[in-house]
T-cell receptor, first 115, second 113 residues
Framework: EDKVVQSPLSLVVHEGDTVTLNCSYE??????LLWYKQEKKAPTFLFML??SGIEKKSGRLSSILDKKELFSILNITATQTGDSAVYLC???????????????WGLGTSLAVNP | KAGVTQTPRYLIKTRGQQVTLSCSPI?????VSWYQQTPGQGLQFLFE???????NKGNFPGRFSGRQFSNSRSEMNVSTLELGDSALYLC????????????FGSGTRLTVV
């Protein structure tokens, strides 16, 4: 059965700390891995990763994918209180001979950044 | 460019009733996916519509149904509501079935009492 596992489930840090969030997956017919940030309701897109070893970067956030070991990490440096949110990882995969695709989601990592 | 719009934002229904939720995707996006989000289960895929056709369906009972109109707006319907249907219902639109990522709406918070 396809699954995506995120760790840790929750994390509390102080402003200025660096955090690393983990996402491992067991999915057949992998297409891409996506990271989202969910603060109140709408998850907002952070990164889409398709190739191993190529770091994607946006400001203080960066992410990398390892397709051999089947995991991705999301790094946040110099954390701020505004980074407090749930970070979701999802894997986009195909099935039914490639005619269908679906997103398989992890349960998320709840990050709290204290001032 | 307007984002994904979901209505209503909040809804309270009693057991046994039915409910219809609406999602208007980003202009030009033809794919709309629906998800149920609960604290214990995370995001669970309900179904995906593309050009008025249901392309994918998750493992939900037949009480959950949906449709898409010619303008790409989508509705989902839940009949004979149960307490366990209380959740945040999110829809996501994409340009071409996810090749360029998915944009989510703010969701509809459904509470069944």
């Amino acid at each position: 059965e396809d699954k995506v596992v995120q760790s840790p489930l929750s994390l509390v840090v102080h402003e200025g700390d660096t955090v690393t969030l983990n996402c491992s997956y067991e999915v057949t017919n992998f297409r891409s891995l996506l990271w989202y940030k969910q603060e109140k309701k709408a998850p907002t897109f952070l990164f889409m990763l398709t190739s191993s070893g190529i770091e994607k970067k946006s400001g203080r956030l960066s992410s990398i994918l390892d397709k051999k070991e089947l995991f991705s990490i999301l790094n946040i440096t110099a954390t701020q209180t505004g980074d407090s949110a749930v970070y979701l990882c999802a894997v986009d995969s195909t099935y039914n001979a490639g005619n269908n695709r679906k997103l398989i989601w992890g349960l998320g990592t709840s990050l709290a950044v204290n001032p | 460019k307007a984002g994904v719009t979901q209505t209503p934002r909040y809804l309270i229904k009693t057991r046994g009733q039915q409910v219809t939720l609406s999602c208007s995707p980003i202009s030009g996006h033809r794919s709309v996916s629906w998800y149920q989000q609960t604290p214990g289960q995370g995001l669970q895929f309900l179904f995906e519509y593309f050009s008025e056709t249901q392309r994918n369906k998750g493992n939900f009972p037949g009480r959950f149904s949906g449709r898409q109109f010619s303008n790409s707006r989508s509705e989902m319907n839940v009949s004979t509501l149960e307490l366990g249907d209380s959740a945040l219902y999110l829809c996501a639109s994409s340009l071409r079935g996810g090749d360029y990522g998915y944009t989510f709406g703010s969701g509809t918070r459904l509470t069944v009492v």
